[in-house]
């Protein structure tokens, strides 16, 4: 999905990037597990992206909402990622979700508004690795 694009390039809409929005859905509670107790029995239920860029060769930056499970919430959502070159597994991972103050979850959020003030929300969790 990526290797066809320049870097700095907007990932378009394709399966093989829904597939990978699927992915997350799954991925995302995994390492939030790691470190915050409260997400052992929750998970995501939809990724829905603002943003979705290639920022280098096997890197990847997507921002939008991420739909709470249990209550169907929607909540601020911001990944970078990198794959491995030669296999199709994750070299690193870095996840901001959810926002600290009272309107961090709602019914109603457009994605947009998440992308336009990345660098202005004081996110509830952050956890990665690599």
């Known amino acids: 999905m990526l290797a066809p694009l ?3 390039a907007p990932i378009p809409e ?3 990037f829904r ?4 992915t997350l859905e799954y991925f995302i509670p995994e ?8 997400w052992k029995y929750e998970s995501l239920d939809g ?3 603002g943003l979705a860029l290639k920022t280098n060769d096997y890197a990847a930056e997507i921002a939008g909402l991420g739909i709470i499970l249990s209550d169907q919430t929607y909540t601020p959502l911001y990944v970078r ?4 070159p030669d296999k199709d597994e994750v070299a690193w991972f870095d996840c901001n979700l959810g926002e600290v103050n009272p309107r961090g979850r709602s019914k109603k959020m457009d994605t947009m508004a998440v992308v336009d003030r990345l660098n202005r929300i004081e996110w509830s969790y952050h956890a990665g690795f690599g």
């Not at 990622?81 to 491995?84: A, V």
């Open 14 to 16: 394709s399966e093989a």
């Open 6 to 8: 320049p870097v700095n």
């Open 31 to 38: 390492v939030l597990r790691e470190v915050y107790d409260e």
């Open 47 to 49: 990724v829905l992206t």
């Open 81 to 84: 990622l990198k794959l491995l």
């Open 19 to 22: 597939d990978t929005l699927s």
